[in-house]
Nanobody, 124 residues
Framework: VHLAESGGGSVQAGRSLRVSCVEE?????????MGWFRQAPGKGREGVAR???????SYADSVKGRFTVSLDYAKKTLYLEMNSLSPEDSAMYYC??????????????????WGQGTQVTVSE
């Protein structure tokens, strides 16, 4: 599975941004879980949002009510709509899907395939 993110950038606090992730794979169906993680400088990687094959969605408490994850199944593209951004949201955002070990388990899914990341920077 190859994951390709896009859409990061620099915005001012309070603004919105959408990042996208295309799953480029030879599989006829998408993996059972896809999600977004982020990592800020000097901090560990944290789960942000994930969408499961049955439609179940989980969000980190820090982004609930501000971020929305969605999937265009036909385009094999996962989106993360981020609203009311704050400087604390600045990080490298990674798309992830179920993959081989070592896995990062979060919200009931074992993520083992990762994209290269897209940088999101929020200024005051």
């Amino acid at each position: 599975v190859h994951l390709a993110e896009s859409g990061g950038g620099s915005v001012q606090a309070g603004r919105s941004l959408r990042v996208s992730c295309v799953e480029e794979s030879t599989l006829r169906s998408m993996t059972s879980c896809m999600g977004w993680f982020r990592q800020a400088p000097g901090k560990g990687r944290e789960g942000v949002a994930r969408l499961r094959y049955d439609g179940d969605i989980s969000y980190a408490d820090s982004v609930k009510g501000r971020f929305t994850v969605s999937l265009d199944y036909a385009k094999k593209t996962l989106y993360l709509e981020m609203n009311s951004l704050s400087p604390e949201d600045s990080a490298m955002y990674y798309c992830a899907s179920v993959g081989p070990p070592p896995r990062d388990t979060w919200a009931g899914c074992g993520f083992g395939s990762w994209g290269q990341g897209t940088q999101v920077t929020v200024s005051e």
